[in-house]
């Protein structure tokens, strides 16, 4: 059971807080590649994590993506990271997907499998609904689902983001989050905020509360020096008043080939 709480709570606070400013560059990218023809799509990246006593941490990413037809895809991940002593920990991914047009927007499903560098593997079934509205503003509903393959419990990762431009290169994107145990316990929710302008970079804050009540603060900016790099410094509050400030770097590369 930790292992797979563990899982689900660094899914949730990684993609929708602490790395939302990367992810949103490394998206933009992706889309550029053309997703009407069928080919395959190879992505690179590489992130250097540093705390707050220095240390660094080492990460490690390739991504391939198979076009297998016009509205879907087969992926394949693999992630390493290497801590400062040297120890790694890594994790793999592969799955399929694909996605339909629906009024205002599209629906995008995806079924797959996430193993741990521990040879744990959990079962994943997302789907994500986005829609576009008049007002110059996107939401996007992700609903996840992990189902260890041992035990038969699964982990449910609720999502919700909303991005309004302002039509002057401004963004805000406010998001909220959740994860449910097995037993339809709530283990805790989050809430951040995204805010940003072309060429000033962008600055997240946000919390996460735990099923005791207790709360962690997130601020974080990042920007990018140029395409394919980013800049990101973070620093997290704990519910004692504690704080930790990591920084990192980071550097992605996209490769596309066709038949």
């Known amino acids: 059971m930790k292992g797979n709480f563990t899982l689900a709570v660094t899914l949730l606070v990684g993609a929708s ?37 220095g240390q660094s941490s080492q ?49 995008k499903t995806y079924n797959g499998t996430l193993t741990n560098g521990r040879g744990q593997t959990n079962d ?16 996007r509903d992700k609903s996840s689902t992990y189902t260890n393959e041992t035990t038969g419990k699964s982990w449910e990762v609720d999502k919700s983001a909303t991005t309004t431009r302002d039509g002057e290169g401004g963004f805000t994107t406010s998001r909220d989050s959740s994860v449910t145990a097995p037993e339809g316990r709530t283990l805790g929710t989050g809430h951040s905020t995204t805010a940003g302008q072309k060429g000033q970079g962008i600055r997240t804050t946000g919390s996460w509360t735990n099923q005791a009540g207790q709360s962690w603060q997130y601020e974080g900016q990042s920007h990018h ?33 066709t038949p």
């Open 124 to 139: 994943v079934n997302r789907t994500i609904n986005l829609t576009r509205d008049t007002n110059s503003s996107i939401t």
């Open 59 to 107: 990460v490690n990413r390739a991504t391939n993506l198979n076009r297998t037809g016009r509205n879907s895809w087969q992926r394949e991940t693999q992630q390493t990271v290497t801590g400062p002593g040297g120890r790694q920990r890594s994790w793999e991914a592969q799955g399929n997907g694909n996605v339909n047009k629906a009024e205002n927007g599209y629906q």
């Open 17 to 53: 807080v602490l790395l939302s400013a990367p992810a949103e560059a490394r998206g933009r990218g992706g889309r550029k590649t053309g997703t009407r023809t069928p080919g395959n799509f190879q992505s690179q990246y590489q992130g250097t994590r540093t705390g707050p006593n």
């Open 225 to 257: 020096p140029q395409a394919g790099e980013a800049d990101h410094t973070q620093t997290v509050t704990t519910p004692t008043g504690r704080q930790r400030t990591t920084t990192g770097t980071a550097k992605w590369q996209h490769q596309t080939t």
